[in-house]
């Protein structure tokens, strides 16, 4: 029986008490030869035999380990096996072929650990244990007194009622239960007998083929190793398996099955072999690599990243200290003109001698940064916006502390995009302007439109949604985090500090791709140790942004639980809002790959608006979907004319262009008004700048 090839492209064979017993009996056959005197062998070196120790103990286990596996075996299959290893015990090396062609070098072997190694292992056991109740410290220090975690348990508590309803529906029918598990067990089997084969010396072709779109089991030990492709196989058998027998369950309601179905992909992510030092082979080799070192490293930055979330894993993506702002990122020349307690106002300076007469007003999310539309210079909607000839206003939200725990949704209405209109008028002495409203900006965008619908306010004459819902009937996998119970955790977490953790927020986005957004970055940090590249847009997505309890609460209620708005039952201000008297021209944009604000869910929505509406639909998702600059030639975009019927029928007939969304939508907006004025300066109208962009709230970490 085989073991996995060592590196000089010799192999260890090991055989059970079955192949030992007919290997006896064929070498008694054997003419015995005459002995050859041996030469005295000098005594090992102390680190020498430390090594051959630590390989016979090596080869024993891993002797013990295929030994219980052929006894698995029937006798018709030992019968079988001992045979086939017989021969090849007994069969001599070919003759290689001439020309022989030209033989590679061999890679030398890897050394064995001698007595120095094993100190270095045992220090950095040490420093492990000692850096773990560093890191236990920062988990529990940054509970605040009385703080019961409610959160946790109320998603923990939501995951066994949500996968025990499931259960429930499969007891209650115990044939299909059987037959289910029935394939699971039947597939494990498989994949354990082709395992078997190649341990005999067989090339049997894997069950469950290796996915190339799947990272984490990139490394060539996850195909070459017969053991490590067992896990790898028998991992991604059971989680498939796993999710149709949740897809197939009958009589769920539409919404328990989507909780259902995302529980199953969290808990898969999380089980993944690829996540765990003894079941990875690039972790096991990095540990033994580096004597234990990069478990010490990455159990500093698992303590680092614990204190930097107070408590909760903030868990870091980029390197932070390679980007500043204004200097790396937010780099476009403007000043803050206008401030609220909500908001600061940024005007930029225009780049072109003359600019259209309709300025533009950017309301992006409160629970990001504004910066993702000004990265740098390559990738920055306000500096092309800017270029184009357009005047450029972008509200920069306030990063909150306890202080604005009270301020609600129509609190940053009011304080937000109404006062930041009244402040581009006084700015530009424009009659009209253009707004565009970006993921929840949008919703808050599409809310203030209403409102003024119903007070005959008419300033906005155009408006553009980047990622934005108005209808939650199919908001995707964040319809998960929000129910009455979630709610009330929230509600009281968010009492003891005013406002929601920026950090909560962003772990809450991670999940939505496990895989990808967390289980990616936990490995590469704290287990392999190595500190995360730069990278501007996950610089970013980690800066993080505080929420109101106020305003969170209403939104998550209206928006999620109660789908207010579309359905014309949302109440501001004493009014009661309705989309349908929203008339405007609108430029809906919606990202195919969308996690947060689902394409469909984006096309349903831009039916309930009263005017015409041009639905595009761009490749990527929430955020390069969005940010996509023509000079890239990256992704491509889709139109097919306004939002009718259903999502799938308009996606098929829709026609596909190359490139960037940013060309058809400036088209769209100038064509309504192309006039042209002398270019604005910031500070020229009745506006004095306040200080130099990015502004002041935008520095505030959260």
């Keep these: ?118 100190e270095i292992f045992a220090e950095n056991l040490a420093r492990l244990v000692d850096q773990g109740r560093k890191a236990l410290a920062a988990a529990i220090g940054g509970m605040e007194p009385g703080d019961t975690r409610s959160e946790l348990a109320s ?28 394939t699971l067990i039947s597939g494990l089997t498989d ?172 309301v992006p999310p409160w629970i990001n940064k504004f910066y993702v539309l000004d990265l740098n210079r390559e990738k920055s909607f306000v500096r092309w916006a800017t270029a184009q000839g357009l005047t450029v206003f972008v509200i920069s939200w306030v990063n909150p502390d306890e202080s604005q725990a009270e301020k609600g949704f129509d609190a940053y209405m009011k304080e937000g995009v109404l006062a930041a209109l009244d402040a581009v008028q006084k700015a530009t002495g424009a009659e009209k302007v253009a707004a565009a409203g970006y993921c929840v900006g949008g919703t808050m965008l599409a809310a203030t439109l209403a409102y003024m619908a119903e007070k005959g306010d008419d300033r906005i004459d155009s408006v553009t949604f980047l990622a934005t819902q108005v209808d939650f009937t199919d908001a995707g996998d964040m319809q998960v985090f929000i129910d009455e119970a979630r709610l009330a955790a929230l509600d009281e977490a968010m009492s003891r500090t005013g406002y929601l953790e920026g950090v909560k927020m962003a772990t809450t986005f991670n999940l939505l791709r496990p895989n990808e957004l967390f289980w990616t970055y936990f490995v590469n940090n704290y287990m392999k140790g190595v500190e995360p590249a730069a990278f501007d847009l996950l610089t970013w997505n980690s800066d993080c942004t505080r929420i109101p309890r106020a305003n969170h609460l209403f939104y998550l209620r209206y928006c999620y639980i109660e789908n207010a708005l579309s359905q014309g039952r949302m109440v501001i201000d004493g009014v009661t809002l309705n989309l349908r008297k929203v008339k405007i021209p609108i430029y809906e944009l919606a990202a195919k790959e969308d996690h947060i604000a689902p394409a469909r869910s984006v096309f349903t929505g831009a039916k309930y608006f009263g005017g015409e509406v041009r639905y595009v639909l761009a490749g990527a998702g929430h955020i390069a979907g969005v940010v996509n600059p023509p000079a890239k030639t990256k992704y491509q975009y889709w139109t097919g004319g306004p939002p009718v019927g259903v999502y799938e029928d308009w996606a098929k007939t829709a026609h596909e262009t190359k490139g960037s969304w940013w060309g058809d939508w400036l088209a769209w907006l100038t064509a309504q008004a192309p006039k042209r004025v002398p270019a604005r300066i910031p500070g020229g109208g009745k506006l004095k700048p306040l200080c130099d962009a990015p502004g002041e709230y935008v520095r505030v970490r959260g």
């Design 155 to 182: 998603n923990v508590a939501d995951a066994a009622k949500t996968l025990g309803v499931v259960a429930e529906r499969w007891i209650a029918k115990p044939e299909q239960a059987y037959a289910a598990q029935a």
């Design 191 to 362: 994949i354990w007998s082709q395992t078997l084969r190649r341990f005999s010396g067989e090339d049997a072709p894997p069950i469950v083929p290796p996915d190339p779109n799947d990272k984490r089991f990139a490394a060539p030990e996850w195909r070459d190793n017969p053991f490590f492709d067992w896990l790898r196989q028998s991992y991604a058998l059971t989680s498939r398996w796993a999710g149709e027998t949740v897809e197939s369950t009958e009589g769920l309601d539409p919404q328990v099955k989507a909780k259902a179905g995302f529980y199953t992909r969290l808990i898969a992510s999380a089980l993944s072999p690829s996540n765990f030092v003894a079941t990875n082979p690039e972790l096991l080799r990095a540990t033994l690599d580096a004597r234990g070192e990069n478990l010490v490293r990455g159990m500093k930055m698992l303590t680092e990243d614990l204190s930097a979330g107070h408590g909760m894993l903030k868990l870091r993506q980029s390197d932070e200290s390679k980007f500043e702002l204004g200097v790396d990122m937010a780099t476009t020349p403007g000043k803050v003109v206008y401030r609220t307690q909500v908001m600061e106002l940024i005007q930029y300076a225009p780049s072109t001698e003359t600019v259209y007469e309709r300025p533009l007003l950017i």
């Design 1 to 118: 029986m085989k073991l996995a090839p060592q590196s000089n492209g010799a192999a260890k064979k090991i055989a059970s008490p079955v192949v030992e017993s007919r290997a006896a009996k064929a070498a008694t056959k054997k003419k015995p030869q005459k002995p050859v005197p041996a030469k005295a062998a000098p005594a090992p070196h102390p680190a020498e035999a430390t090594g051959d120790a630590l390989r016979r103990d090596a080869l024993d286990a891993a002797a013990a380990l295929l030994t219980s596996a052929v006894e698995e075996l029937t006798e018709e299959q030992r019968r079988l096996l001992v045979g086939r290893l017989l021969r090849h015990a007994q069969e001599p090396e070919p003759e290689p072929a001439e020309p022989a062609p030209r033989p590679r070098r061999p890679a030398p072997a890897p050394a064995a650990p001698n007595g120095h190694d094993i």
